[in-house]
Each structure stands twice: as structure tokens, then as C-alpha cells.
């Protein structure tokens, strides 16, 4: 037992110095990898840079195929040794940080280990576990040594393309400077150009004023000439143009001053015309407003006879039923004494609605109708009409008129002796209507003249 335990534990520290010996160089490795990723990525982003500037980036070329070297700027070199310098500091400083972890990582994995063995009490037990343990351990390292390979050819290919990318770079620079170059003397070219030709301009212009100068003066020179072969006939010639010219535009003057006071006069004409226009139709305005206050105060009148026509059409209606009522209570001699006070009162109505008729004359010239004289149909003014109005006409007058002043009284008592008999149905004094009939006789003596009024309506002879 003291052997198999021995065995065990020398087992143990070969294979914890083989997992460590692993720790120690698979992170190295990782590391390195890293580290040679990390310094080519600002180089892949540069190319990158180049790629967006517009530089057309080629495939990388094979190794057999060695690409041109173009000569770097002289003050750039300064600049590339600080950047080179300070990216090997901080990749040594990196590499040191990186070998601290791993001898972290390595001792917790150790720590790590002696927990989970010290679970475990059987030697065979121990062994599985170290043994399970080593194989994860193996299959991660074969997982990161695969990695590391295809990190290491993706690092390989950026590089290439970093290369190219600053072959590119180096090319653009190049050409960017001879395009420079090349404007600066263009627009050297051009101030020249630009000198030169205002100089053309000035002397252009020099000439030019020197030719006009020229001709201006031979022009004169000619015009001295001509002036001086003319002679006095075609000067006289001249004034008479001059006199006739005068002569015609005054003509024209007096022309138009003419027409100026014919538009006045015409103006005056129209002016007067509106105006006495105006004040005829302010006098026909008058005129119309005085015809149509006239024709109101008619058609007033008209109304006012009209409901005043209405008015004795219905007291005679009310004289025809009282009449009906006599002449079924009293005998023929009573009805006959009554017939005749009817008839009186009724011509007396007539005539004082004729008189009436006549003291208000219509004029014809107005649009009205003289009263008795119109023909036309359904005119209440005609005698042909025979509607309500018939009789009375549109006249003004009220109850008092239809008996004189000695009536009043024998009327007041007619009415008073009808209303009663026809209340109480009482036979009357026969003296009493004597006495009274032989005093109307006395007061009218016409008794024997009767009015018929057959065509009135409500009324029988």
C-alpha cells in the first residue's frame, strides 16, 4: 500500500508538472498570437483607411511575385521609428501582463485541483479524476492550438493586405503630390495668362482711343469742307422750311384749342341736361308722392264708406226682420202704416246718400270713377251694381243722419214700442198709433210716394 501510494504521488507531481509545463506554454503561445493579432490590427485599419480613401486595394500576390518598394518620405521616418518604439513597449508590457495571468490562471487551476483531489479518498478514485481532468485539459489545448493556427493565417493574411495597403498608400501619397505639383504650376500658368492678357487690353484700348481721335478729326476736317462749298440759295432754303414748318404747327395749335372748347362746350351741353333731368324727375317725384298720399287718403275714405255701407245693410236686415215680425203679430192696416214709415225712412236714406255721393266727387284723371257714371262691371260706384253697396254707396255718415230732428223722437219710440212687442207679444193701442200716424201725416206730407225695394235682399214688398 505504502508503494502503490508512493507510485500514486509521483504520479501525481509528473502530471501536475506536465499540466503546468501545458499552462506555461499554451497561454505562450495564445499570447503570442494575440500580441502578433494585436500589432497587426492598427495596420489592417490603416489599410482600411486606404480602402475608403478612395486607393483600390488588390488581391495579395503570391510569394513568389515580390512587390515593388517604394522609397518613404524622409520626414516621415522619425515619425515610423517613435510609432515602432512605443508599439515593442507596449507589446513587452503586454507579454508581461499576460504572464502574470497565466501564472494566476495556472495556480488557481492548481488550488482548484488539490480542493477536488482532497474530496476524494481511494488512490484509483484520485486517478480517474487527474485522469478525466488531464483529457479536458488536452482537448482544450488541441481547441487552442487550433485557433491559434487559424489566428495565425488570418494574422498572415492581414499582414499581406497591410503591405498592399501601404503600397497603395505610398502610391496615392506619390501621386497626390505630383497632382499638386502639378496646380501649383497651372496656376502659376495662369497668373501669366492672366497678366498678359490685361496687358493686350491696355494696349488695345490705346489704340482704339487713338484711332477714334482720328476719325474724329477727319470727320470734322470733311464736314468744314462741306460746309464751306454751300451756298446763300440753299441757306434761304432752309429758313423758308423753317418759316412753313412754324405756320403749320401753329395751325395745328389753333386746332387744338378748337376742339379743347367744342369738348367744354359739349361737356357744358351734357352737364345742363343731367341737371334739368334731375329736376324733372325730383318734380315728378313730388308729383307722384302728393297723387299717391291723395289715393291713401281715397282709398281711406272709400274704406271708411264701405264698412259704414256694411253698417246700414245690416240695421236695414234688422228694420226687414223686425218688419217680418210686425206683420205676423199686427193686422194689414197696422203693417200698411208701418210699410209706409219704412218706405219714408228708406227714401230719405236715399236721398241722403245720393247727396252725399255727389258732395265727394273722384277725380277721373286720378284712375278713379265718378260715382253714377262708371260702367264698369263689379264698380260699387256704377248704378248697374247690385252688390252691397248698392244701395248706400261708400258715403260717410252715421246713424243720426237717416231721420231729421223731428224723427228723433217718434223713432226713439218706435223702436222702444217694437223691441217690447216683440219680447212680450202684446197687442198695441190702437189710439196710440193713431194718434201717432196722424202726426207723421202732418209733419210729411209726400206719404203717397213709395220706393220699391223688391230687389233688396231680406225685403218682400
Request: charged share 30%.
Amino acid at each position: 500500500m505504502a508503494t502503490i501510494s508512493a507510485q500514486q504521488q509521483s504520479g501525481l507531481t509528473s502530471t501536475r508538472s506536465s499540466s503546468v509545463a501545458h499552462w506555461n506554454s499554451v497561454p505562450s503561445h495564445v499570447s503570442h498570437a494575440s500580441s502578433h493579432h494585436a500589432s497587426t490590427q492598427p495596420d489592417s485599419q490603416s489599410s482600411i483607411g486606404a480602402h475608403v480613401n478612395g486607393a483600390s486595394t488588390p488581391a495579395p500576390k503570391k510569394a513568389g511575385n515580390k512587390a515593388k518598394k517604394v522609397a518613404a518620405d524622409p520626414s516621415e521616418v522619425p515619425k515610423l521609428l517613435a510609432a515602432k518604439i512605443s508599439q515593442l513597449e507596449s507589446d513587452q508590457a503586454g507579454e508581461k501582463e499576460e504572464e502574470a495571468e497565466i501564472d494566476r490562471e495556472v495556480k488557481k487551476a492548481n488550488k482548484d485541483l488539490a480542493g477536488l483531489l482532497s474530496t476524494v479518498e481511494s488512490p484509483l478514485s484520485r486517478f480517474d479524476t487527474i485522469q478525466k481532468r488531464y483529457t479536458e485539459l488536452l482537448s482544450d489545448m488541441k481547441r487552442l492550438e487550433h485557433n491559434y493556427q487559424k489566428s495565425k493565417k488570418r494574422a498572415d493574411q492581414l499582414q499581406k493586405e497591410k503591405d498592399t495597403g501601404k503600397s497603395e498608400l505610398n502610391k496615392t501619397v506619390t501621386i497626390k503630390d505630383k497632382l499638386e505639383k502639378l496646380c501649383r504650376e497651372l496656376q502659376k500658368e495662369n497668373k501669366k495668362i492672366k497678366e498678359e492678357q490685361k496687358r493686350l487690353e491696355e494696349t488695345e484700348k490705346r489704340q482704339r482711343v487713338a484711332l477714334a481721335a482720328k476719325l474724329d478729326g477727319m470727320a470734322t476736317e470733311v464736314n468744314d469742307v462741306v460746309g464751306q462749298q454751300e451756298d446763300a440759295g440753299l441757306y434761304r432754303l432752309n429758313i423758308e422750311t423753317d418759316e412753313l414748318f412754324k405756320q403749320k404747327f401753329k395751325s395745328f395749335i389753333d386746332q387744338y384749342e378748337l376742339r379743347e372748347l367744342h369738348f367744354h362746350s359739349l361737356l357744358r351741353t351734357k352737364e345742363l341736361e343731367v341737371q334739368y333731368n334731375m329736376a324733372k324727375f325730383e318734380a315728378q317725384k313730388k308729383a307722384a308722392e302728393q297723387e299717391a298720399a291723395r289715393s291713401r287718403a281715397l282709398s281711406a275714405q272709400v274704406s271708411t264708406f264701405s264698412q259704414t255701407e256694411s253698417e246700414l245693410r245690416n240695421q236695414l236686415n234688422i228694420y226687414v226682420e223686425k218688419f217680418k215680425q210686425v206683420r205676423d203679430d199686427f193686422p194689414a192696416e197696422h203693417l200698411q202704416s208701418l210699410a209706409v214709415e219704412i218706405t219714408e225712412r228708406l227714401s230719405a236714406v236715399l236721398t241722403l246718400v245720393t247727396l252725399r255721393h255727389q258732395s265727394y266727387p273722384a277725380p277721373v284723371e286720378d284712375g278713379m270713377h265718378d260715382p253714377g257714371t262708371c260702367t264698369c262691371s263689379g264698380c260699387p260706384l256704377s248704378r248697374s251694381y247690385n252688390g252691397p253697396t248698392a244701395t248706400a254707396g261708400p258715403l260717410l255718415f252715421d246713424r243720426n243722419h237717416l231721420r231729421g230732428p223731428e224723427d228723433e223722437s217718434s223713432t226713439m219710440t218706435d223702436q222702444t214700442s217694437e223691441g217690447s212687442s216683440s219680447t212680450s207679444m202684446q197687442p198695441r193701442d190702437n189710439g196710440r198709433m193713431e194718434r201717432r200716424r196722424a202726426a207723421k201725416a202732418q209733419k210729411r206730407p209726400e206719404k203717397s210716394r213709395l220706393v220699391e225695394i223688391d230687389d233688396e235682399p231680406g225685403i218682400e214688398a
